[in-house]
């Protein structure tokens, strides 16, 4: 994915000795959560050991918190989730679908960069969890000779869980280096007009191709504990604001669409309502017909492609619910690559 262009060369005016340096560029890394490497119970061990011990995602004390998820959660969690991305799994490149759909974005993306600013512009991707890592990638641009670097979480939401801890990881990537970049991290960008209409531009076309317009459309976002918000993250608030920009361009009522959260662990209360029970609600209450879509998602994985379009399906259609559409993700759509396209030219500006 990473092309360091021209070749290094030694400095004009330096002596004989000194060593070759690449010519100036600037780095675009996108950043997503990550991906195990395969299914296997090892490979999601290894995930799920990275990814739970994150102190940004389980906020816990480790001497509390290190005991159980050893002990009895990474005993029993691997063979769960390694069955759930199994049902999911892209075979035939032998990689999870975030993987793949992430490695499109970012050549559309690159693409896209090279149409704007020819070869002074270099992009590439790394995961938070797993691989590539963060670290690898800060280490091949700099080598590259990026001499700034744009880091992008592909979060449109702020959370500490999501946005913070990929910033964490790419600032102690930088710690690293003998030679530091100058870096700036990407501002969340879910209230972007250009994000909107790329989210409204998936719903109207998902819509176009039903026989009838659903009843209600569903907007489920990933899930925080409630006590997140109240020491000051801004996720539920800026979740909230995008389904109303999105109803406000789609020119609904309030009544056709709603907020819910998902993928709820552990006993804490986290943001409601939660997907799982209100579809099932919606479904009893006679929304027979109901779309759902995740705009917190850049790309479909594990949570959207097996827990909305398995679980929360089934417990729709428990409950009475009789027809139930996903709308997937914008993954490499071209209005959702224009639109990060932009917001790397606007968080660009005074570099190229």
């Known amino acids: 994915m990473l092309d360091g262009g021209d070749a290094a060369t030694r400095p004009r005016h330096a002596p004989a000795d000194h060593p070759a ?21 090892w490979s999601m061990r ?5 990814f739970l011990s994150d102190r940004r995602v389980i906020d816990y004390s480790p ?56 070869d002074d512009v270099m992009v590439d991707f790394c995961m938070r969890y797993g691989n590539p890592s963060t670290k690898s990638k800060v280490r091949e641009m700099i080598a590259a000779g990026c001499r700034k670097i744009l880091f992008f979480p592909l979060y449109p939401h702020y959370a500490g869980a999501t946005s913070a801890t990929a910033n964490d990881a790419f600032f102690r ?31 109207e076309r998902a819509y ?29 608030c800026q979740c909230q604001k995008t389904t109303r920009l999105l109803k406000e361009r789609l020119g609904w009522a309030d009544t056709e669409i709603t907020t819910t959260f998902q993928s709820r662990f552990g006993p804490e209360e986290w943001l409601k309502p939660y997907t799982v029970e209100e579809v099932a609600r919606l479904a009893k209450a006679g ?32 409950a009475g619910g009789e027809t139930f559409t996903y709308i997937p993700c914008l993954n490499d759509d071209a209005a959702h690559v224009t639109a990060l396209s932009n917001v790397i030219d606007d968080n660009m500006e005074g570099w190229v």
């Open 63 to 118: 001497w509390k918190w290190q005991p159980l998820l050893q002990l009895v959660i990474l005993s029993k969690r691997p063979f769960t989730s390694g069955a759930a991305y199994k049902s999911i799994w892209n075979h035939e490149a032998g990689e999870s679908p975030l993987m793949t759909i992430t490695k499109s974005q970012t050549s559309a993306v690159a693409a896209e960069m090279r149409k704007r600013h020819g």
């Open 208 to 236: 176009a191709g039903m026989e009838r317009k659903p009843d209600i459309l569903v907007c489920s976002y990933h899930g925080v504990p409630v006590r997140y918000l109240m020491e000051g993250d801004p996720y539920h």
């Open 287 to 318: 929304k027979k017909s109901i779309a759902v879509c995740a705009p917190a998602f850049s790309a479909d994985c594990i949570e959207t492609l097996e827990e909305i379009n398995e679980e929360i399906r089934e417990s729709f259609e428990e």
């Open 21 to 41: 340096v690449p010519k100036p560029k600037v780095g675009i890394l996108l950043a997503n959560l990550g991906t195990p490497d395969n299914y296997d119970y």
């Open 46 to 50: 290894r995930y799920l050991n990275e």
């Open 173 to 203: 990537a930088l710690m690293a280096e003998k030679w530091q970049p100058v870096t700036r991290t990407v501002e969340p960008y879910f209230d972007r007009p250009d994000y909107i209409e790329a989210l409204a531009q998936s719903i």
